[in-house]
């Protein structure tokens, strides 16, 4: 009885305790404008981050399914699922997707050309990658969502979603590709790690697998490592 009573005692006085399950930390990559390297940069970021043996499910919110069609190869170190996101009810969808998961990570590859998707995934997300090529046109489009990460801040009464831009598609032989970091800095977020313009990625996406498996320790593969240290750095992992 004695023995009992100690082993009650030590219990509810949290010498004995379960390990709380932490939240998934989501990580949304977006931008308004097709075209931008979105899906390459979800699918190999996901990757990069499942190869530290942390868990990662990659959601593939863009009914044009790059990411979808690049997972059904069964060679990518994540889980995946289809879920496009074209309203607020596939929004409220989602939410209540990624808060049942167990996963360490949650990478969301947004669609482009819908405003409510964008908005929704900025109200979940931790970060928020926005990816951004050196064109006119990008940048623009690059503005909008910005406003739209703004705006989710103001609804959560906070700064989350952070914001990381990250310069995508660069080719630095070109006078516009030299000039995207100074371009970007207007936007008044941090700058990431840009991703080069590399045939490496065109290939492992067509061989159906990510760019640390297909070409590793390339000038490609370090362009995800140090974009996946950046994203570590903003949530200060």
């Known amino acids: 009885m004695v023995g009992n009573g100690g082993g009650l005692t030590r219990f509810l006085s949290g010498v004995v305790r379960y390990k709380r399950r932490e939240p998934a930390l989501i990580i949304a990559v977006i931008n308004l404008k097709g075209g931008c390297g979105k899906s390459t940069i979800a699918v190999n970021l996901a990757c990069e981050l499942a190869a530290g043996t942390d868990s990662v499910l990659l959601l593939d919110n863009d009914a044009q399914g790059t990411s979808t069609y690049w997972l059904s190869h069964g060679r990518l170190p994540v889980q995946g699922e289809f879920m496009p996101l074209e309203n607020d009810a596939d929004g409220e969808r989602l939410v209540r997707a990624v808060s049942a998961r167990a996963e360490r990570y949650v990478v969301l590859d947004a669609p482009a050309h819908v405003e409510a998707a964008t908005l929704a995934a900025g109200k979940i997300a931790d970060l928020v990658l926005v990816p951004v090529t050196a064109s006119v046109v990008d940048l623009v489009a690059t503005e909008t969502a910005v406003?739209?990460?703004?705006r989710a801040r103001v609804l959560r009464?906070?700064?989350?979603?952070?914001?990381?831009?990250?310069?995508?598609?660069?080719d630095r032989r070109t006078d516009a590709g030299r000039q995207i970091d100074e371009q970007v800095q207007r936007f008044g977020e941090i700058v990431g790690p840009a991703i080069h313009q590399r045939t490496a990625f065109v290939a492992a996406f067509g061989a159906g697998q990510w760019i640390g498996e297909y070409a590793p320790q390339s000038p490609a593969h370090y362009d995800i490592i140090a974009l996946a240290m950046a994203v570590k750095r903003s949530l200060r992992i």
Request: charged share 20%.
């Open 157 to 170: 009464h906070g700064d989350t979603p952070k914001c990381l831009i990250v310069p995508s598609k660069i």
């Open 147 to 150: 406003n739209l990460i703004r």
